[in-house]
């Protein structure tokens, strides 16, 4: 039994190594026209999720022109951080939901 | 004396004057089935303009500006419908409501005569300028009169996006230059 237990123990261990500490997911969420947090920072092959909690239909466009994520009214969307730099971006239906993501490399 | 006071917010709202609404705003109280019943008009007058752009725009930055305005206040309105609903409210017609409409219907007589860049010009300017009047009655109008706390909620949701249509619609213009 103690065999047993310490065997999943190392099994986990495994997993846990093999999943890179810094893939994380980051929430950004979209709701009654505010983006929540307005600011974010992540790093490079983190994924951002941006939930749209609104029934309208949002958008994360990059003002660089480095993504341009469609959110359909109560979707969410993601984006794998490819590159590193502060991105400032913004609905492209509604320009004056503005924020900004921070990625470290 | 009602009678009155409704007109002359029309006017104002017409006039698209912030010192005549703000005039308005001190002596009149706008009831929430009226409020309701001007921020649903306001709200098809921009869906009726967007389906005529539809037929009658040209450029492809226009066009998808009238079918992002159509989705959204369609979404506001259905909003607005479940909420009144709900609260049990039934929306009351009224002067400011009519004055609306009436302006509405005359602009869209006179942008059907237009076609080409022209209509996408005229649209879009109006777009502009619709907004940022249904936005200063919301603001300085609607906003502070409503006494349901969930339909002041709407209403401030509804300025919101409506402040991001008129910046919307300020783009659109300036690629039209």
């Not at chain 1, 999943?8 to 495994?14: G, K, N, Q, R």
């Not at chain 1, 890179?20 to 974010?40: F, G, Q, R, W, Y």
């Amino acid at each position: 039994m103690p065999g047993r237990l310490s065997a999943i123990a190392s099994a986990v261990l495994l997993v846990a190594s093999a999943v890179p500490a810094h893939a994380a997911t980051i929430e950004i969420t979209m709701e009654n026209l505010e983006v929540s947090p307005k600011d974010a920072s992540a790093e490079v092959g983190d994924t951002i999720e941006w939930i749209n909690k609104d029934v309208f239909a949002h958008t994360a466009t990059a003002g660089n022109g480095d993504f341009d994520v469609n959110l359909p009214a109560k979707k969410s969307g993601t984006l794998v951080l490819k590159k590193a730099g502060t991105v400032y971006y913004y609905c492209r239906y509604h320009p004056n939901m503005k924020a900004t993501l921070k990625i470290e490399p | 004396m009602f009678v009155r006071w409704s007109a002359a917010i029309a006017a104002a709202i017409l006039l698209s004057s912030p010192a005549l609404l703000q005039g308005a705003r001190a002596a009149d109280k706008l009831t929430d089935p009226q409020i309701a019943h001007i921020a649903y008009t306001a709200g098809v007058i921009d869906i009726n303009a967007a389906k005529q752009a539809q037929k009658k725009a040209r450029n492809k930055d226009v066009k998808a500006f009238a079918e992002d305005m159509l989705r959204d206040h369609e979404a506001v309105n259905k909003q607005a419908l479940a909420l009144v609903k709900k609260l049990n409210v039934t929306p009351e017609d009224n002067d400011t409501s009519k004055a609306l409409s009436k302006q509405a219907s005359e602009k869209l007589a006179e942008q059907d005569k237009l076609s080409g860049a022209a209509f996408d010009k005229a649209y879009v300017a109006n777009e502009v300028a619709y907004h940022k009047t249904v936005n200063g009655a919301l603001e300085t109008q609607l906003i502070p009169s409503a006494s349901n706390a969930e339909l002041k909620s709407l209403l401030q949701t509804g300025l919101k996006i409506f402040q991001g249509h008129q910046q919307h619609a300020e783009h659109v213009a300036a690629e039209l230059k």
